[in-house]
């Protein structure tokens, strides 16, 4: 199966916001009600926008396309988070849809995120999963380790997440 994968732009924010959206409901379900209505369409549209809206160089976001279906996307960055000061990259996102699972999708956002972090002098990387997540045992088979753990508090709920270091090279 071949997939298009491409830099996003302002013209898919809107399906950005939808598979985002869906991907939470359908991956996070030990999340509380709460925490989903926070996180609603039109919470994520106007996040997308301003995102999309202000280019940054230090940025990244893919878009995974079958035929004009966005299937996946994923979102790099330059890392800021004092709870893990080593790290110069964040891989901040990978969602795709639910009947796209299996078909290397995630491999191939990230291998491009790699190449991207690398050549722009952004490794050694980390990534942040929910610890109930439970695709979180992909980062250490592909040699991420644990480095830190912490609660993210997201619409006034604790919820345990996981910092992971990439390998020393890539």
Same mark, same amino acid.
């Not at 013209?11 to 925490?35: C, K, N, Q």
């Not at 753990?149 to 890539?170: F, K, T």
């Given at each position: ?19 985002? #959206? !869906?991907?939470?409901? *359908?991956?996070?379900? $030990?999340?509380? /009600?709460?925490?989903?209505? @926070? ?14 809206? @202000?280019? *940054?160089? !230090? ?13 996946? =996307?994923? @979102? ?6 004092? /709870?893990?000061?080593?790290?110069? +990259? ?5 969602? $795709? ?8 999708? +995630? =491999? ?7 190449? =991207?972090? #690398?050549?722009? !002098? ?10 109930? @997540? ?9 040699? =991420? ?26």
């Amino acid at each position: 199966m071949t997939f298009d994968i491409r830099s996003a732009t302002i013209d898919d924010v809107a399906a950005i916001t939808r598979l985002h #959206v !869906d991907s939470w409901r *359908d991956t996070y379900t $030990f999340m509380p /009600d709460s925490v989903h209505v @926070n996180r609603s369409y039109a919470y994520r549209y106007e996040e997308w926008l301003e995102i999309l809206s @202000n280019p *940054d160089p !230090d940025h990244l976001i893919l878009t995974a396309w079958d035929g004009d279906v966005l299937v996946g =996307f994923s @979102n790099c960055r330059r890392c800021d988070d004092p /709870d893990l000061p080593e790290a110069k +990259g964040e891989m901040h996102a990978i969602y $795709f849809r639910k009947d796209y699972r299996g078909k290397a999708i +995630g =491999f191939m956002l990230f291998d491009r995120m790699i190449q =991207f972090l #690398v050549k722009r !002098d952004l490794w050694p990387t980390c990534l942040w999963a929910f610890k109930e @997540n439970q695709f979180r045992h992909t980062y250490k088979a592909i040699g =991420f380790t644990e480095a830190v753990h912490r609660d993210r508090v997201i619409a006034g709920v604790a919820i345990p997440e996981v910092g992971y270091l990439a390998p020393d090279s890539p």
